[in-house]
């Protein structure tokens, strides 16, 4: 079965704060997803990453980055929080050429 | 750009019975893949379905079945004999067909299974 782990369920920040969301995938996917997930409004892609340096923005990519520097770990970066990026975030992985995505279990985020 | 309605924010069934989960989308592409994922309270998403627009046969998989209408752009789950673990979250998602990646979703339809 895919694996994907990311690494905090729960997660409170201060404003201003830099926060790093970690995200780990077992079966070896070339493509990597952040997404964030809030009422009303489903999921929508921040950003993705077809390989290893490289990342492709999403639909609202605005106060967020990303890294990926190994294959298997692609992380979120909020470079300074603010309270409207409170919500929940989630990772995914696909291999290149197959559509379906797999997910990891979200990290809810509150950014006080 | 392509947009995915879930026109139903909230439902309901009562276990054992069918429940019918609506979806449309919007799109120019010809080539896409439409698919249903279940996010349970525990909240891992699952893909339930999926769906490849090519294909004119409705996909299944055990008590799930999907009625694709490409013309209408309609792309409805069914859920025969509920039970009380599809309980859930369910969103209809988009994905245009060659190299994309994307998924565009829908809102969400939140289905509830009473016992």
């Known amino acids: 079965d895919v694996k994907v782990t990311q690494s905090s369920r729960y997660l409170v920040k201060r404003t201003g704060e830099k926060v790093f969301l970690e995200c780990v995938q077992d079966?070896?996917?070339?493509?990597m997803f952040w997404y964030r997930q809030d009422p009303g409004l489903g999921l929508r892609l921040i950003y993705f990453?077809?390989?290893?340096?490289?990342?492709e923005k999403g639909d609202i990519p605005e106060g967020y980055s990303v890294s990926r520097e190994k294959k298997e770990r692609f992380s979120l970066i909020l470079e300074s929080a603010s309270t409207n990026q409170t919500s929940m975030y989630l990772c995914?992985?696909?291999?290149?050429?197959?559509?379906?995505?797999?997910f990891g279990p979200g990290t809810r985020l509150l950014v006080l | 750009a392509q947009t995915v309605t879930q026109s139903q924010p909230e439902m309901s069934v009562q276990e054992a019975e069918t429940v019918t989960l609506s979806c449309t989308y919007d799109?120019?592409?010809?080539?896409?893949?439409l698919f249903w994922y279940k996010q349970p309270p525990s909240r891992q998403m699952i893909l339930v379905i999926r769906?490849?627009?090519?294909?004119?046969q409705n996909a299944t998989e055990n008590r799930f079945s999907v009625n694709f209408q490409k013309a209408a752009k309609s792309f409805s789950l069914k859920i025969s004999d509920s039970q009380l673990g599809d309980t859930a979250m369910y969103f209809c998602?988009?994905?245009?067909?060659?190299?994309?990646?994307?998924?565009?979703f829908g809102t969400g339809t939140r289905l509830t299974v009473i016992p």
């Open positions: 995914a992985s696909s291999r290149q050429g197959v559509k379906t995505q797999y």
């Open positions: 079966m070896d996917h070339e493509n």
């Open positions: 990453s077809y390989d290893v340096k490289m990342k």
């Open positions: 799109t120019s592409e010809n080539n896409y893949y």
């Open positions: 769906q490849e627009a090519y294909k004119q």
């Open positions: 998602a988009f994905m245009k067909g060659g190299g994309a990646n994307n998924l565009f």
